[in-house]
């Protein structure tokens, strides 16, 4: 066949390009994620789609949190072709959305750019051997609204596991999956929580570049569904004072081409020597990277005893108030062997979470840590002198304190590179400082009438 | 067709059955040795004698060329033929040996080539071969079964007529075992055919892209892929039982 003009060098620049022409596509979003893990969109037209592909976006970094640089602003965004999918709730399915890795203006990938760091430590790890997996359970809750003013309203007031037929959460949960799975975001599980309002979905392992990219797809197709219906969906940690919070559970594994590292025939759970030292690498820096997978002053209200969430540095087969539990599998499913790490939340920004992650296990590997003993007891119910006799250690109290652990940290100024480092504990020092200098509604009730 | 020829001649089997295979033939009339030979493999066949103002028909199966009376406006043709949107393959041109050399710079014209004057047995093997490669009984740019039909020219994959919205890779993957339906594939096999190089995530990625396909393809037709305990998976049934 004569060609009509010079095909695209790359298949997959070609896939989209037809895709985008065939299925009538008018927009195309570009989306990457700053620094706080917030998701960022730029626009395009299917006329510059082809520019986009070969050459990347040009735009000015400046506005976007943690891109900011002091000789220059500009940055470049190259789509990520193989991450093309149509949004179905947008203009009716017009519209289409590419993640894009973000590069300097002469082509070094950029610094700031969490899809960069992500990539970097996946890197690591290849060359170790490793690929890195991650399946999230990721809890939510629907309000009536969004408005800040006042107590977030409740939609429903179901409980853990409840069949809530006839309430409208269940619908919108339901049509919610409905349309993860239609973007390709396979859904394991998905139950009412523990709490009035709270809903759970859990999502089929992948890949954890994939895995970032489905959880920013998540959070916003979540909100943007409950929008539509005139609601308000929220992953703030701790919405509600005397009630659950939402976590981020990770389910975590490692395999070396058709094997899973963690699991090992015979051994203590199935656990293997790599899978027991990832473990321990990971409770080893447990208080060194919480600040990034719990970033918000938030985040540690709900990381508080009396609630489902940990607070020891510890292990267990199967304790819920362990750090890091290793689940019951089935002896012959030797893929299921894995750990599932219980402090993250999902407000945190989910490449950078990934990489402190990875980091931390790699390191247990990489040093042959020796995991400390498995923690029975319920640590529910654990105070501080009980706690230093089994030598635990508690995880940050505040975000302050895991700035300060954070700071100490070799492992996460590596794993993040100086860029993000430097401007992530900026960041959040003068979030802290806002708090620390704010008088609340609760300081007010109990001081002012007595003092 | 031609506009000077309103009524374009063509050769339908004698039989008066629809013939399977129908060649467009330059020129017209097409030469009396090709017209028999045709004739006596079951081809059925219609003569143009100019490729102005020739409609493209999607019965056509491909196109004979003889370029042993005017090369020029055959060449012509040719060229003509290939840029269509759906181009009209195969395409064999019948050429006198002492003008190969006109085939030189002009590879991308025609898919193969016969010396005239030929041997109806060569012809036969020639057009048995070329139509075998371009996927006789199925338009070779369709790939089906059953609710699923993709277009591999487009990309476009449809389940029960409605569009499928795949990436690069869901698609390659689908299209790849859609090609051969009820043939169990290994997940390495997969991973090498498909991906193509040694993909990082191992045999593991096979399993993490079959479940994206199968959420797409919704619950009702989730199960067009099966999975094969411990070796690997299949779409649908073999049409051999």
């Known amino acids: ?451 | 067709m031609v506009s000077s020829y309103s009524a374009p001649s063509s050769g339908p089997l004698p039989s008066g059955a629809p013939p399977n295979e129908l060649f467009l033939l330059y020129p017209d009339p097409p030469p009396v040795d090709l017209v028999r030979s045709l004739s006596l493999g079951g081809y059925g066949w219609t003569a143009a004698s100019s490729h102005s103002g020739l409609i493209v028909s999607d019965d056509w199966t491909g196109a004979i060329v003889s370029l042993a009376e005017d090369a020029e406006r055959g060449w012509l043709l040719c060229r003509d033929l290939r840029r269509r949107d759906v181009p009209v393959e195969p395409l064999l041109v019948l050429i006198p040996g002492d003008r190969l050399d006109e085939l030189d710079e002009r590879a991308e014209l025609f898919d193969d080539f016969l010396i005239a004057p030929f041997h109806p047995a060569e012809l036969d093997a020639r057009l048995k071969h070329l139509l075998w490669r371009a996927g006789r009984g199925v338009r070779p740019e369709m790939v089906e079964y059953g609710p699923l039909r993709l277009n591999t020219e487009t990309y476009q994959a449809q389940i029960d007529g409605k569009p499928l919205d795949l990436t690069y890779m869901e698609y390659e993957l689908l299209r790849f075992l859609a090609a051969t339906p009820g043939r169990v594939f290994s997940r390495e096999t997969l991973l090498n055919q498909v991906w193509g190089y040694e993909y990082y995530g191992g045999a593991r990625t096979v399993d993490v892209h079959i479940r994206r396909l199968r959420a797409k393809l919704g619950q009702e037709h989730a199960n067009l892929i099966q999975t094969i305990r411990s070796v690997g998976y299949k779409l649908g049934q073999s049409r051999w039982g």
Request: charged share 25%; with cysteine; net charge negative.
């Open chain 1, 1 to 451: 066949m004569t060609p009509q003009h010079e095909p695209s060098r790359d298949p997959q620049h070609d896939y989209v390009l037809r895709a985008v022409e065939e299925r009538g596509v008018r927009l195309i979003r570009l989306w990457f994620t700053d620094v706080l893990g917030q998701l960022k969109s730029v626009a395009i037209s299917p006329a510059e789609l082809e520019t986009a592909l070969e050459e990347g976006m040009h735009f000015d970094g400046s506005a976007i949190d943690g891109f900011s640089r002091i000789q220059e602003s500009d940055v470049l965004a190259r789509p990520d072709a193989s991450t093309f999918e149509l949004l179905p709730w947008a203009d009716g399915g017009s519209t289409g959305r590419m993640f894009c890795d973000i590069y300097n203006p002469h082509g070094s990938p950029f610094d700031g750019d969490p899809r960069h760091v992500l990539r970097r430590n996946l890197k690591k790890a290849r060359e170790a051997g490793y690929a890195f997996f991650v399946a999230p359970e990721m809890e939510f809750f629907y309000f009536a609204d969004g408005e800040p003013t006042h107590q977030p309203k409740l939609l429903d007031s179901g409980g853990y596991f409840d069949l809530t037929t006839s309430d409208v959460a269940s619908d919108l949960r339901r049509e919610t999956i409905s349309v993860l799975e239609t973007m390709g975001i396979p859904v394991e599980y998905s139950f009412h929580e523990d709490s009035p309002s709270q809903h759970e979905i859990d999502l089929r392992y992948t890949e954890a570049l994939s895995m970032a990219d489905q959880i920013m797809t998540f959070r916003l197709v979540v909100r943007e569904l409950a929008l539509e219906r005139g609601r308000f969906a929220s992953f703030m940690p701790k919405p509600l004072a005397g009630m659950q919070g939402s976590g981020m559970h990770l389910h975590l594994s490692l395999f070396d081409h058709e094997d899973n590292a963690f699991h090992a025939d015979g051994a203590q759970y199935s656990l293997s020597q790599t899978g027991r030292q990832f473990t321990a690498g990971l409770l080893h820096h447990a208080r060194e990277i919480t600040a990034v997978t719990n970033q918000l002053v938030n985040s540690y209200k709900r990381l508080v005893v009396g609630y489902e969430a940990p607070t020891w540095v510890s292990w267990a087969q199967n304790n819920r108030s362990a750090l890091i539990r290793v689940p019951v599998t089935r002896p012959d499913k030797t893929s299921s062997t894995r750990i599932e790490y219980r402090a993250p939340d999902p407000a945190c920004n989910p490449y950078l979470a990934f990489s402190v992650i990875l980091a931390a296990g790699m390191k247990g590997i990489k040093e042959g840590y020796d995991l400390p003993t498995e923690t029975t007891e319920n640590l529910f119910e654990v105070d501080a002198g009980r706690a230093a006799e089994l030598g635990l250690a508690p995880l940050p109290a505040s975000l302050a304190e895991a700035l300060d652990e954070m700071e100490r940290s070799e492992l996460v100024h590596e794993a993040l590179g100086d860029h993000i480092f430097e401007w992530f504990l900026r960041n959040k020092r003068s979030e802290w400082q806002g708090y620390k200098a704010h008088v609340s509604q609760w300081e007010l009730e109990r001081y002012l009438p007595s003092w």
